[in-house]
Nanobody, 122 residues
Framework: QVQLAESGGGLVQAGGSLRLSCVAS????????MAWYRQAPGKQRELVAR????????AYGDSVKGRFTISRDNAKNTVYLQLNSLKPEDTAVYYC???????????????WGQGTQVTVSA
């Protein structure tokens, strides 16, 4: 069983930055891919960024490319998401997830944290 705990969200003005963190408990962190998703009110949860187990491979959703950066520290069982140049449309609850990377993309495991709220004001 994996438990995930996100933190770092908050209220920020457009153009500002935040750094989200997600600490994973349980075994297997360093051998699994990790990802960040977000869900805005009335919208489906979307994949924002993902990173392979060793950190050498990353991928981003089109709406955040060039603005967000995912990274991980396997010694700390932690994955990060740096959010820069924030826009009001980035407002959402952000969740981290553990999963695996396949030839066709990212497959999430059914482990989710409570999420952290990011609100961007215009």
């Amino acid at each position: 069983q994996v438990q995930l705990a996100e933190s770092g969200g908050g209220l920020v003005q457009a153009g500002g930055s935040l750094r989200l963190s997600c600490v994973a408990s349980g075994s297997g962190f360093s051998i699994n891919s990790m990802a960040w998703y977000r869900q805005a009110p009335g919208k489906q949860r979307e994949l924002v960024a993902r990173i392979t187990s060793g950190g050498g491979g990353t991928a981003y959703g089109d709406s955040v490319k060039g603005r967000f950066t995912i990274s991980r520290d396997n010694a700390k069982n932690t994955v990060y998401l740096q959010l820069n140049s924030l826009k009001p449309e980035d407002t959402a609850v952000y969740y981290c997830n553990q999963g695996r990377t396949t030839g066709s993309g990212y497959v999430p495991y059914p482990y989710w944290g409570q999420g952290t709220q990011v609100t961007v004001s215009a």
